[in-house]
């Protein structure tokens, strides 16, 4: 029986509104409110009417949470707001540490935390527009991440609508993807009866099946989603907690942890810890660890963030899954710097559900001062449950044993081993000659946080160099389809998807492109500080030491690494080289602001309204630079409450004291 366009579009709301409401209680509570046979004959009649008026269909539609085949790979999404890491606490003393320093800031006697289960998942960043599921990204580099909207639609526990009337324009939120133990074993049992590889550990297979280009892969992995804070949202919704806005997020039908527990002192956050240490084995889910969060909103606004993680929030990590293994050889690796690596190649053994036959030896020092043999049964942890190592020796065990020697000369290109003094550190000077550091200097370049460019893999790079079709990463851009085809196992189809992938990669953001070079010490943050002061350029690469030395966060150390990598011609000439290719530097645009132009400013303090670095970013941002210590060269002094030495040095070289009033016409 057909109906009006208007009646059908009530109808299907109606519809839509119920077996959301259904997948909900499903899916999130485990609650079955209606039989299947319901459930389908709703569903059904749901399709039917899209059939008839596809019109109405809308994006939100509990019947299209799968969608198509993306082409060309994940877009890129900016977060408005960065998506920072979070500091480890690996035992008692740390998360002490950092307790008593959030008391510090607050002059209190305890400090409610709110503390929650650390998921081993993916980290994900959500937007609701009006109550409506609008997109997701990846974390990417904490500025920018890949847009996986499609495939975390396909979350059956998701609401695409939020509950209730009382729902804010916009909300971005954080949320942690996973895939609970049964379901990762029935995966993997059903890989290996298909003679395929299983996966190594349940985040390995939410973060590989949010990042497949085909929603469905992801729709049969059957992942699930836990939602754990709010970037942004809405200025008429501000709670003044964590708890609460955590409470908010409950009642729009999101999925929270029910483990979830506010904390009010020191003594009480280590009895939940080693709650949830206790329970970890019968919990449907992996998790590594535990998060402290500091509930008041105005408290974490006044403590801060480093460029890198909230100074309010800490990772209390679990102690980390350990087993004795053979150690049969040590293996000495080469690394982009020339660093030598020992590497313990082990007998397999199975540890935290990961089979492992590698482990880091960190470094000579480490092996002498554990008295490490070759031949040695030795305890491996899977550090932070990830990276294997070897933590100590197994004695009873020991039986024939062997010495471990650095060698005297590269394992790879002969050249005489150093140490450099002072460190544990052995190196191979033959940067430009010895083929590792080649090979890793040119996976740095190509690597998804340098220039980003698929399908160059390690694999390929051995070829390319090994057959001396390329020597550093400039000739990348010199590569055609007749000297890809002619190599081993490189097709017509995956050649030309290489040239295109480098094509792409010419367009780059300024810290990035500098990230790419590899000089030594500059990482991703410190490449975009960089990026921000210098620019075009040329003015980093004629850049001097007093300049450098203003920015904050750039260092006596950095600042010498940057100077000798641009006072080597053959740097300066593969630049050169990149940028006639076609390399097209996308510069930050720079709001240059005749109050910080070209000066010079010190911070100390604490701020009530600011946090140092929004501070930073804003005068850096207008052309001027923060430094670390006083001096003759400091325009003024931004000055907060309980100010250290820097406020008397200043007094006394009489430069301008800047206060928080005075700071708030400023910026």
């Known amino acids: 029986m057909s109906m009006s366009a208007s009646k059908a579009k009530i109808h299907i709301q109606e519809l839509a509104k119920k077996i959301n409401f259904y997948?909900?209680?499903?899916?999130?509570?485990?609650?079955?409110?209606?039989?299947?046979?319901?459930?389908?004959?709703?569903?059904?009649?749901?399709?039917?009417?899209?059939?008839?008026y596809p019109k109405l269909i809308t994006d939100n539609s509990p019947t299209i949470r799968v969608g198509a085949k993306l082409l060309g790979g994940f877009k890129k999404i900016n977060h408005h707001l960065p998506m920072l890491s979070l500091s480890n606490a690996l035992n008692k003393n740390d998360f002490s540490s950092f307790y008593k320093k959030i008391l510090e800031k607050d002059n209190s006697a305890n400090?409610?935390?709110?503390?929650?289960?650390?998921?081993?998942?993916?980290?994900?960043?959500?937007?609701?527009?009006?109550?409506?599921?609008?997109?997701?990204?990846?974390?990417?580099?904490?500025?920018?991440?890949?847009?996986?909207?499609?495939?975390?639609?396909?979350?059956?526990?998701?609401?695409?609508?939020?509950?209730?009337?009382?729902?804010?324009?916009?909300?971005?939120?954080?949320?942690?993807?996973?895939?609970?133990k049964?379901?990762?074993?029935?995966?993997?049992?059903?890989?290996?009866?298909?003679?395929?590889?299983?996966?190594?550990?349940?985040?390995?297979?939410?973060?590989?099946?949010?990042?497949?280009?085909?929603?469905?892969?992801?729709?049969?992995?059957?992942?699930?989603?836990f939602f754990h804070g709010i970037a942004s949202i809405d200025k008429k919704y501000n709670d003044l907690t964590h708890s609460e806005s955590m409470r908010r997020l409950?009642?729009?039908?999101?999925?929270?942890?029910?483990?979830?527990?506010?904390?009010?002192?020191?003594?009480?956050?280590?009895?939940?810890?080693?709650?949830?240490?206790?329970?970890?084995?019968s919990l449907p889910y992996e998790i590594d660890g535990v998060v402290f969060k500091v509930d008041e909103i105005r408290l974490q606004n006044?403590?801060?963030?480093?460029?890198?993680?909230?100074?309010?929030?800490?990772?209390?990590?679990?102690?980390?899954?350990?087993?004795?293994?053979?150690?049969?050889?040590?293996?000495?690796?080469?690394?982009?710097?020339?660093?030598?690596?020992?590497?313990?190649?082990?007998?397999?053994?199975?540890?935290?559900?990961?089979?492992?036959?590698?482990?880091?030896?960190?470094?000579?020092?480490?092996?002498?001062?554990?008295?490490?043999?070759?031949?040695?049964?030795?305890?491996?942890k899977r550090a932070g449950d990830v990276i294997p190592a070897v933590d100590r020796v197994c004695y009873e065990k020991r039986k024939l044993i062997k010495k471990i020697i650095i060698p005297k000369k590269c394992?790879?290109?002969?050249?005489?081993?150093?140490?450099?003094?002072?460190?544990?550190?052995?190196?191979?000077?033959?940067?430009?000659?010895?083929?590792?550091?080649?090979?890793?200097?040119?996976?740095?370049?190509?690597?998804?946080?340098?220039?980003?460019?698929?399908?160059?893999?390690?694999?390929?790079?051995?070829?390319?160099?090994?057959?001396?079709?390329?020597?550093?990463?400039?000739?990348?851009?010199?590569?055609?389809?007749?000297?890809?085809?002619?190599?081993?196992?490189?097709?017509?189809?995956?050649?030309?998807?290489?040239?295109?992938?480098?094509?792409?990669?010419?367009?780059?953001?300024?810290?990035?492109?500098?990230y790419a070079l590899g000089i030594k010490e500059v990482g991703l943050n410190t490449a975009k500080i960089l990026s921000n002061n210098f620019s075009p350029i040329k003015s980093l690469i004629n850049s001097n030491k007093v300049k450098l030395e203003a920015i904050k966060d750039i260092g006596p150390i950095v600042t010498k690494n940057i100077l000798d990598f641009f006072n080597i011609e053959r740097n300066i000439i593969i630049i050169d080289k990149l940028i006639k290719a076609g390399i097209n530097i996308k510069y930050p645009k720079v709001s240059v602001n005749k109050k910080y132009l070209n000066k010079i400013f010190v911070i100390t303090g604490t701020f009530d309204d600011y946090s140092r670095d929004e501070?930073?970013?804003?005068?850096?941002?207008?052309?001027?630079?923060?430094?670390?210590?006083?001096?003759?060269n400091t325009h003024a002094l931004i000055l907060g409450d309980k100010p250290g030495s820097k406020y008397q040095k200043a007094k006394d070289l009489n430069i301008e004291i800047i206060n928080e009033k005075k700071l708030s016409k400023l910026l």
């Open 23 to 52: 997948n909900q209680q499903y899916h999130t509570n485990d609650k079955s409110v209606i039989t299947d046979s319901e459930y389908d004959i709703l569903y059904a009649e749901l399709k039917e009417l899209e059939r008839q």
């Open 411 to 514: 394992p790879s290109c002969g050249t005489p081993i150093i140490k450099i003094s002072n460190q544990s550190i052995y190196k191979c000077t033959n940067e430009y000659k010895c083929l590792p550091q080649i090979k890793q200097s040119i996976f740095h370049f190509a690597s998804r946080k340098a220039m980003n460019i698929p399908g160059l893999g390690e694999s390929l790079i051995d070829i390319l160099v090994n057959k001396k079709v390329i020597s550093n990463f400039s000739d990348l851009y010199s590569l055609t389809t007749q000297k890809l085809i002619k190599l081993d196992r490189i097709a017509l189809r995956s050649s030309e998807n290489i040239l295109s992938s480098l094509e792409k990669s010419k367009s780059i953001s300024f810290d990035r492109f500098i």
């Open 111 to 180: 400090i409610n935390l709110y503390a929650e289960p650390k998921f081993d998942g993916l980290a994900i960043s959500i937007d609701y527009k009006n109550g409506e599921y609008s997109s997701a990204s990846t974390r990417g580099d904490g500025s920018i991440g890949e847009d996986v909207t499609s495939n975390i639609k396909t979350i059956k526990s998701l609401p695409l609508t939020l509950k209730g009337n009382n729902i804010p324009s916009f909300m971005t939120l954080r949320a942690e993807v996973y895939i609970t």
């Open 615 to 632: 501070i930073t970013e804003i005068i850096s941002n207008g052309g001027g630079a923060v430094s670390n210590s006083v001096s003759k």
């Open 182 to 225: 049964n379901n990762f074993d029935d995966l993997n049992k059903k890989l290996i009866k298909e003679n395929q590889k299983p996966f190594a550990n349940p985040r390995n297979v939410a973060a590989g099946s949010i990042r497949q280009l085909d929603p469905i892969v992801a729709s049969r992995r059957n992942l699930q989603i």
């Open 250 to 281: 409950k009642k729009y039908g999101l999925m929270i942890c029910e483990h979830n527990k506010l904390i009010h002192n020191l003594n009480d956050a280590f009895k939940y810890f080693q709650h949830i240490d206790s329970m970890r084995e």
């Open 302 to 380: 006044l403590i801060g963030s480093t460029s890198k993680a909230p100074k309010w929030s800490i990772a209390y990590k679990f102690k980390s899954a350990e087993a004795v293994s053979e150690l049969l050889d040590v293996t000495f690796q080469i690394g982009r710097t020339g660093v030598i690596t020992p590497v313990a190649e082990l007998k397999p053994n199975l540890i935290g559900g990961v089979i492992v036959s590698r482990a880091t030896l960190h470094n000579m020092d480490e092996i002498n001062k554990k008295d490490i043999h070759v031949g040695d049964f030795v305890y491996v």
